[in-house]
């Protein structure tokens, strides 16, 4: 018999209040039940988890914390082939960045270039006969200045965006 009902049978409280007391300790076992329930569903969902034939639930002894060894989990993650993906991802957006920003240079350009004409060769009105060992050399000189920096610019902020949104 519980507290409240001795109350009760002995004309301490009214019927309200008896019927308040029931009606609070059969939500209190409703609580109860649903929380066992749900101890069930999470004990059945990591047995599926870690594929075992053994029902898991949670422990009751305190638990202690897990020191992890940083140099183990970077070594795995080096590892990954997902990682190392990204990795190469990003190193190549890196040298299609310098690519791009090297295009807004100037270009230089030298040229050489040796030829031999062997025969005869009429040279401002007289005739001449070259052999192997007559050489004609020539030298280019060039500049090219880029004049237009839009698209190159733009290409440019790609590149970054490209590597940041890897990076992250």
Not at 58 to 78: F, G, M
Not at 114 to 137: A, E
Not at 148 to 166: D, E, G, R
């Amino acid at each position: 018999m519980t507290a409240y009902e001795i109350r009760y049978k002995a004309g301490e409280t009214k019927k309200l209040e008896y019927m308040a007391a029931c009606s609070q300790q059969s939500d209190i076992r409703n609580r109860i039940v649903q929380t066992c329930k749900d101890i069930d569903i999470c004990s059945n969902r990591m047995q599926t988890l870690i594929n075992s034939s053994e029902k898991i639930y949670p422990s009751i002894e305190r638990l202690e914390p897990i020191v992890y060894n940083t140099t183990t989990v970077d070594n795995a993650a080096s590892k990954n082939p997902n990682v190392a993906l990204a990795m190469q991802q990003i190193e190549n957006a890196g040298i299609e960045y310098k690519l791009e920003s090297s295009r807004m240079l100037p270009d230089f350009k030298i040229g050489f270039s040796s030829q031999t004409i062997r025969g005869t060769q009429d040279v401002g009105g007289i005739t001449r006969t070259f052999g192997t060992g007559d050489r004609f050399n020539s030298i280019q000189f060039g500049v090219s200045v880029p004049l237009f920096f839009s698209s190159s610019k733009s290409k440019i902020k790609v590149l970054i965006i490209k590597v940041k949104n890897k990076s992250c």
